[in-house]
Structures are given as structure tokens and as C-alpha cells.
């Protein structure tokens, strides 16, 4: 039995729950995952909108539930993640009771700091034990603890583990199947600052703690990445290399699926002999989520290269060097770490935002993160770069096409940092707070913490497509294929048919309305579709595009795009897709809110609807004149 109770009127039913507990970049998550494996879900806590994640762990005693808490530096909050923990701690949460026990953890390399927080929840009355992570850096480093003595001096069970080569998982396996019998510490740890101080040297004198050694390879790689020039430079370097790599490597692997979806929507024409439904399952179907799925290698890059940057510790680092440009803009490092988030997709900035302690800060960081270029704008920055650089190109060493998609994702920072400064020196004004970031040691990331780390992303990715994208391409072939104007066209051989049906279309309809507000950025009645369409999901814009030059029977949708021409007005018969247009294109998708996930997270986050709709205002409008500058600049360097 517990040595506590739930709070009056909460009944504990099924599984004991444990929370897990500790500081950030503890181990704490790599130790849950080793734990729960594939039977981990996350979700919210009920009524609150910071991320919770919950599983279970199969012991040879039974089953418990294991929560992995957010990482956290002190039970006295002051962000919106450390509330939570202390709510959740207390049974404050509704749905929510307190935990049956808790299981600490701590990185060893850091006790002293660790045993802070761990003061404050040994008074908790809630029956504890204590893991030990990162104890082969300890070692490695010269540093060493006595864990019985350590255990005798808190008064409670003390495991070691490494737990991302899983060395001591048994071992916590055993701890958690004998959670009943820890204990309630009989006499908790001081309150009072000075005298907590007092209680963590002795327990780190008991235990013989000893701090690994300065690493000084870490100190001295630290001398070149931490400096405010050279640091700089570096930084730009890795992520102009960042970009090459994910054009240049993902270039054939492209090719050979974008083959497969050709072959597989020839092989459908070929079989099915209804014409509308061949025309369904080739064009909606097979071509408009093959045309999404084709960027696949490129997404998986992304994540992979971001993963891996932040396994080995340079995004802090990164965080650290970028708080001194995050000031230009009346931010910190804080928010540059949510900055760096929204570049493979805003949601997860956006929820990043919740460790920090400044309620302005985190407004002008959220509706500033969309500007950041996310993974659902690489489709179609691809789409767009392969038009307007062709492959092969180079300049000098290096890949143009990389170099122009490098310019994109810069774009994309400096408009959200400009914006973040416009708005902390205006509607958002206030003085920043103090900003602590911890530096982690340079690690060696293994394979599992990498698939683990790029498998979730990609997997949404693709769901997506088979979901969210299936959908609205399907909705904008039915568009775009109806009325079928079969008396018009039974005269016309098929390529001829297929334009006349797309051009007296319910699409062509809608799009044609909006044209005049998009005519002056060069755009005509298809492309517009094609943006009505992506306000679901970007991406939507690549297979919306390919099914219109689909219906004019191009085989090769980028070559069909190439000689799409005006099909009415002053520019009838005119190439639509010139370079003014698709840079004119390019900054408008920089710049506009078109992500409805992106919207329904920052609703949850903010709890209003002001700011959204707020940041779709104005992203539109600076989409709108960024495009037609960018478009009018083109003009100006390389003609019309």
C-alpha cells in the first residue's frame, strides 16, 4: 500500500501511477521510452495545454503507469510547464490524482543541481525513489558516486542506469515492480535556502560525489562554436551545408519514387475503363498524394539533420549564440529554441513557448513562429526552385538550387525576427527576463535515438498525405473535373476535353472570383486554386497544381507547369510561370498563415481567438506585398 492517499474524492482505479521527475536534459525521457517502449501516448493535460506523456511498463509483478512529467528546474513555478507539474504533483488537475509514488531522476554529472529539485520533492510526502543517469560520463570524466551511500543518506532506493545503451533497465524494472515498499522520508530536507545548501553538501559527502573533470575538447570545440564572430559564422556555415545536403541527396531517391507514382497512375488508366474514375484514381488519388509523398526524402532529411544537430549538443549551443541576435528583437535564447522548432513545424514552436516565464514574450514568439519556414513549405519551395534554377546548376562549389532554398529558410527567420521586434516594441512591451541554458556534453548519438527522433515526424508527414491531403485533393478533383460538359466536349479529343472541362469547372469558377486581388503578383485563376486549397494544408498546393496541368495531359507535371500560359486577359497565351512570378510565389508562401493546425494550436494556446486571427491578418497582407515587391524586383534584375 501507498503511504499516502488520494485527495477526498478521488478513487484509485487500475494500474499505480508513477511520475517521473526531473530537470531538463536529465535522461528522464530516453529512460521512459526505454520503459514503456511502443505503449506511450501524449496528449494534454485535461484543461491545460502542456503536453503530457503517459505509458505503461510491463514488470514481472504487474503493470504500472508510468507519467513522463515536463522537465522542470523547481517546484516554484514560473512557466506554464512547471505550474503543471506542480498541480499534477498535488492532484490539482481535474481527472488528475496524485501519484502513488515518484521516481526521480537526475543526472549524475550534475547532482548538486539536481539534488535541488529533488529537496523540494522528497517534502512532498510522496513515497520516492531516486535513478542515476549519465553515470558513464561520470566516470568517464574522473567523477564518481557511491550509490548504497548516496541511498542510505536520502533514505531512499537508488538505482544506476544508462539508459540509451540500456545498461541498468532491469534494474529499474525491479525498483518500479517494488514501488510499495518505498518510503516517505522521515525527516524531509530543510526549507530554508541556506540550510538546503547545508543538506546537499552533506548528502554529496556521504555519498563521495565527485564532478567529472572539465572535458577539454568540449571546452575547447566550445571556444570556436561560443564565439560571438567566429560562432556566427559557423552556425551559417552548418545550416547552409544543412540545405545542400537536402537537395543534393535527396535528388534521385525523389526520382525513383516520383517513377513508381508515374508508373503506378499509367498502370490505373490503363486498367479501369470508366474515364471518370480512371481520372479519379490517376489524378486525386495516385498523383495527388504521390505528388505530396514524392518529398518525402527531403522531409526525412530535414528532421534527421535537426535531430542529429541537437543529439550531439549543438542546438544549445546554437540557443545560446542566437540569444545575442534574439535581443535585436526584445527576445532570448528561449525563444530562438522555438524558433528552431518551427522550422520542421510550427506547432511544436508554438508549444515550445510554454517554458517561457514572460506571458509577452510568448505572444510576440507565437504569432511571430509561423514566419519560420516549416517542412509543409519545402514541397513546395522544391516545386518552385527546380522551375526557377534548373538541376545542375552550380555556383561554384556549391548546388544552386540548395543555395536559393538556404535563401528561403533565412527569409523566413529574419521576417519572424523582425516581427518579434515590431511587436516587443510595440503592442507587446516589456523588459525581458534572465535567461539560463543549460550547455549538455557532446555526445555520439546512437541509431535508435536517431529513427526514434525522425520516425514520429515523418510518420505524421505521411499520415498526412493519406489523410488531410487525400481529402482536399479529392474535394479539388471533384472541383475541378464538374460540371463534366459532356455535350461540349464529345467532339474534342482528350487533351482538348480535359482544358475545356478544367476551364468551365466549379474551381475554375471560384478561382477566377479571387483573381483579380491575386492578378497584380502574377498569379492566374489555377494557381489561386491552388491557394484557396493549401489554407487546408500547404502542401495541397503541389498535387492542386499537378492536377491542373494533368488535365491538359502533361506527362511531367514540372514541365507542365513550365508551359501553363494565361488563359484569358491582357496576357492571354503568355507564359504564367516566369521567374517574377515564381519568386513573386515563393514570398507570398514565405509569408501567409496557411496552416489550419498551426491556427487551431496557437487558439489552444492563447485561449482566444485574437491572436490567430490577428497573425492571419497580418501574414496576409505582408504575403501580399512581400510577393508583389518580390515580383516587381525581378522584373527589374532579370525582365519580364
Known sequence: MSCHAPESGQVRTGNPEIALLGSPNCGKSTLFNRLTGLSAHTGNYPGATVTRTRGTAKLSTGTVSLTDLPGTYSLSPASPDEQVVVDHLAGNIDGETVPDALLLIADSTTLRRSLALHAQALSLGIPVALVLTMVDELRAGGGDVDVPRLSQALGIPVVEVVAHKGRGIEDV???????????????????????????????????????????????????????????SLIFTAVMFLFFQVIFTVAAPIQDWIEGIFTSWGETAAEHISNPVLADFVGTALIGGVGGVLVFTPQIFLLYLLISLLEAVGY????????????????????????????MACAVPGIMATRTMPSSRDRIATIISAPLMTCSARLPIYVLLISLLVPSGTWWGPFNAQGAVLFGMYLLGGLAAMGAAGIFKATILRRGTLPFYLEMPPYRVPTLRELARAVWTPVWMFVRKAGTIILITTTVLWALMSFPAHTEETAQMDDAEASAYVLDHSYAAGLGKAIEPIFAPLGFDWRVDIGLIGSFAAREVFVSTMGQGVAAEDVEDPAEGLEAMTYTHGPHEGQQVMTAPTIVALMVFYAFAMQCASTLAVMFRETNSWKWPLFTTGYMLVLAWVGAFVARWLTILVMGG
Request: glycine fraction near 6%; avoid cysteine.
Open 315 to 342: 542546438m544549445s549551443r546554437a540557443a545560446f549564440l542566437m540569444d545575442r541576435v534574439m535581443a535585436v528583437s526584445g527576445l532570448d535564447g528561449r525563444a530562438f529554441v522555438a524558433m528552431l522548432s518551427s
Open 173 to 231: 524494472r525491479e525498483l518500479l515492480g517494488n514501488w510499495q515498499s518505498w518510503q516517505v522520508p522521515l525527516i524531509p530536507p530543510p526549507a530554508e535556502a541556506s540550510e538546503r545548501t547545508a543538506w546537499i553538501d552533506s548528502i554529496l559527502a556521504t555519498s563521495d560525489w565527485h564532478a567529472p573533470r572539465v572535458n577539454q575538447l568540449t571546452r575547447g570545440v566550445d571556444r570556436w562554436l561560443l564565439h560571438p564572430v567566429w560562432g
